[in-house]
């Protein structure tokens, strides 16, 4: 079965670093991209930024450029989202999702996010 | 960047009749438009990709089309189970570059 699983729920103070993981199995997790996505309490998806774990591409949204870093342990299959100093706004629910992208000749296809996590709730709070 | 706006932001329909939903797009993205519904408590799952491809196991009931900034999401006859909240994505071809809707949300009328 493919299957992302992701790292529990923390709460943490502003000012302290954390750093969640997804841990992928059941396909080739160094072949699919893994995307992060960011759902503050009651409001919609945003999506933050992707890693292609075979090479350790990343690109980030511009609106989480410099605020969080993303990262992956291929040899464990498992990727990380970062935060160097958390704030009360990154109080959230953030998943992790696979985003199989396939480049062949003269194309590049995209089969949507597929596979996801079942969410880590970060709270901040003084 | 590329900003995803859906329409209405709440639908009240009746169970069994047909649901439309919108997005647009502030610039042409082609076809690289997916959609995903979510429930209270639960993950994203996606529905559609390609702007009209349904995705692995979803009901032929979903339906979606359009391509270059007009995309429309179609439930034929709702179920219970439909109800829930619906975004639309688009996806850069390269670098994989994402941005979601602000949703729309699926309500029992």
């Known amino acids: 079965e493919v299957q992302l699983v992701q790292s529990g729920a923390e709460v943490k103070k502003p000012g302290e670093s954390l750093k969640i993981s997804c841990k992928g199995s059941g396909y080739s997790f160094t072949s699919y991209w893994i995307g992060w996505v960011r759902q503050m309490p009651g409001k919609g998806l945003e999506w933050m930024g992707i890693?292609?774990?075979?090479?350790?591409?990343?690109r980030y949204s511009p609106s989480f450029q410099g605020q969080v870093t993303i990262s992956a342990d291929k040899s464990i299959s498992t990727a990380y989202l970062q935060w160097s100093s958390l704030k009360a706004s990154d109080t959230a629910m953030y998943y992790c999702?696979?985003?199989?992208?396939?480049?062949?000749?003269?194309?590049?296809?995209?089969?949507?996010?597929?596979?996801w996590g079942q969410g880590t709730t970060v709270t901040v709070s003084s | 960047e590329i900003v995803m706006t859906q329409s209405p932001a709440t639908l009240s329909v009746s169970p069994g009749e047909r649901a439309t939903l919108s997005c647009r797009a502030s610039?042409?993205?082609?076809?690289?438009l997916a959609w995903y519904q979510q429930k209270p408590g639960q993950a994203p799952r996606l529905l559609i990709y390609?702007?009209?491809t349904r995705a692995t196991g979803i009901p032929a009931r979903f339906s979606g089309s359009g391509s270059g900034t007009e995309f429309t999401l179609t439930i034929s006859s709702l179920q219970s189970e439909d109800f829930a909240v619906y975004y639309c994505q688009q996806y850069n071809n390269w670098p994989p570059l994402y941005t979601f809707g602000q949703g729309t949300k699926l309500e029992i009328k």
């Open positions: 610039q042409s993205v082609s076809s690289n």
């Open positions: 390609g702007a009209s």
């Open positions: 999702a696979r985003s199989p992208v396939v480049v062949v000749p003269a194309a590049i296809l995209h089969y949507g996010m597929d596979v």
């Open positions: 890693i292609y774990p075979g090479d350790s591409d990343t």
